[in-house]
């Protein structure tokens, strides 16, 4: 590693060098294991290929100068010769010992292009890598110092440069696997070379940085901060804060439901650490509320307000209505997963104590978005399931709007006539009446009834437990209050007995309201009128 930091290293052994880090990786010694990691990073950090190790450009760049070669290098004698003879032209066999004796004193290397970077540093092959990449002709690649033999020197360096980064490629998933170690050294100094590749652009890095979302949740707290700092030096470590939040949203698009879950409990910590800045968040919203921003981008940059909202609530809180407008505005209209998306902004948008009005325009959103005969099956469950669960989460009576879609749903799915036309016949022993209804009208309500039951029985108990919490409170206060030998014991009684009562009115009313709610069902799957 030091000799890589002083540039001792020579271009003929640097892939040596790589191999032999390579194999080290699964060494039995996590100290041998630590310093091969270590190496691998050094070499990466102090390559002389560039800054980039995008192996596609190097190759396109190396088979332009290949043919710069070719045109470059002197004509075979011998092939020359031969034409000759097959025209019928006589060779001068003076000329021909002419050319043998000038090719016996031009030299020649074993392996061809060896001796022109054996224990010498590469070219500077950077900027020929971009002229190779912009798709630009062979004949206008400019031939470095050294006529003939620079360029072989360059395509050597470049041949050189192909094969250490397919090298770093072949790495990653050794590294990956180190993940998983019980050593906690190994799991920071692999997460440490991952971020070294993913900033020299080696392929496969990109999916291999996200392998470290999950250990955020490790019970090392030196891995759980390894992972935050990393992804503060993939994401939020930059100078424009804009630039950060494209970044965010580049991961978040590609990641999946696992990720997402690791990424959230990432980004809460990156703002608790006050690493992602205000202005980073707020080039999300303006993301997410443009009109020019297609709706796959607006969904991003949602998913990552919403990731946000547990450790900033007041990225989502003070505009929960401009993000209904927008969320179940045009562009979901066309696209459905931008209205589930704010489905679930919605249920982090407040805390679940608390509610907004009941005649807030967003019940009318969500009640809409369920009762949408026009969206597809492979769409609706998923979108339905969220603006059921933001009804729960916002609505301070949810039961009112929950018997409301049932019935509009029953309505739509059975007709008044089939129900007629089935009871007048259900009298008869001879003949039983049937209609046909929709498949999938009939399973959404079934998934409706049966997501709305759930989400009731969990409201109810959320609902006596605060009724406990506050007795509790209550009666800690009042045995203080007792204790300081302010109030008699009479009087203690008293208020108790009255406590007492009031909380076990508040328990009844609330066992109450859920008992009504299922008789509300009930009546509503019966067809029958309900008060």
């Known amino acids: 590693a030091m000799l890589c930091e002083s540039e001792a290293v020579p271009l003929g052994h640097w892939l040596l060098v790589t191999d032999i880090a390579m194999a080290r990786l699964s060494d039995k010694a996590a100290l041998v294991r630590k310093s091969a990691i270590q190496l691998l990073q050094k070499l990466l950090s102090h390559n002389p290929f560039g800054s980039a190790l995008v192996v596609p450009a190097f190759q396109a760049t190396l088979e332009q100068y290949k043919l710069k070669l070719a045109e470059m290098s002197p004509p075979d004698k011998k092939a020359e010769s031969d034409l000759a003879k097959e025209l019928g032209l006589e060779e001068d066999s003076e000329s021909s010992e002419e050319s043998g004796s000038e090719q016996e004193e031009t030299p020649k290397s074993s392996d061809g292009y060896s001796d022109g970077v054996e224990g010498s540093q590469a070219p500077d092959i950077s900027q020929t890598q971009d002229e190779g990449a912009d798709g630009s002709d ?5 031939a470095p110092d050294g006529g003939l033999q620079g360029v072989r020197t360059l395509i050597a360096s470049l041949e050189t440069a192909v094969a ?26 692999a997460i440490a070379l991952l971020v070294y590749s993913r900033a020299f652009e080696v ?53 999946t439901l696992s990720d997402l879950a690791a990424l959230e409990e990432v980004v809460q910590q990156l703002i608790r650490k006050q690493y992602i800045q205000r202005l980073t968040l707020r080039t999300l919203w303006d993301i997410f509320i443009s009109r ?12 990552v307000l919403t990731l946000a909202a547990g450790a900033a609530p007041e990225v989502l809180t003070p505009r929960m209505d401009r993000l209904a407008e927008v969320g179940f505005g045009p562009k979901a209209q066309e696209a459905i997963f931008l209205a589930r998306y704010t489905c679930i902004a919605l249920q982090r948008s407040l805390p679940s104590s608390e509610s907004i009005p009941e005649d807030n325009k967003i019940f009318t959103s969500l009640k809409n978005l369920v009762l949408r005969p026009s969206l597809s099956d492979s769409t609706w469950f998923s979108a339905a399931d969220q603006a059921i669960a933001a009804l729960y989460a916002l609505h301070p009576f949810p039961e009112e709007p929950a018997v409301q879609i049932l019935r509009k749903m029953i309505s739509q799915t059975f007709s008044k006539d089939e129900w007629d036309a089935s009871e007048s016949c259900g009298n008869s022993d001879e003949s039983v009446g049937h209609f046909e209804v929709s498949a999938s009208a009939l399973s959404r309500l079934l998934f409706v009834t049966g997501h709305i039951a759930i ?8 609902t006596a437990k605060a009724i406990r919490r506050l007795r509790n409170e209550k009666e800690k206060l009042l045995s203080e209050e007792a204790s300081e030998g302010g ?3 009479s009087e203690a009684d008293k208020l108790a007995d009255e406590l007492g009562g009031s909380v076990q009115a508040g328990m009844a009313c609330s066992l109450y309201s859920g008992i009504r709610m299922y008789r509300k069902l009930i009546c509503v799957l019966s067809c029958r009128c309900c008060a």
């Open 203 to 255: 392929e496969g890095s990109s999916a291999a940085v996200r392998s470290i979302f999950p250990l955020v949740f490790s019970s090392e707290q030196a891995v759980r901060d390894a992972v935050v700092e990393a992804c503060h030096e993939l994401f939020s470590k930059v100078e424009d804060p804009s630039k950060a939040a494209f970044k965010l949203l580049d991961v978040v698009l590609g990641s």
């Open 164 to 189: 250490f980064g397919q090298r770093m490629e072949g790495a990653l998933n050794d590294v990956k696997s180190l993940l998983a170690s019980s050593t906690t050294s190994d799991v920071t100094e």
């Open 487 to 489: 109030m008699k014991a």
């Open 138 to 142: 062979g004949d206008k690649l400019m």
């Open 455 to 462: 989400k009731h029985l969990v409201h109810i108990e959320q």
């Open 292 to 303: 020019t921003e297609d709706a796959v981008s607006s969904r991003g940059a949602l998913q």
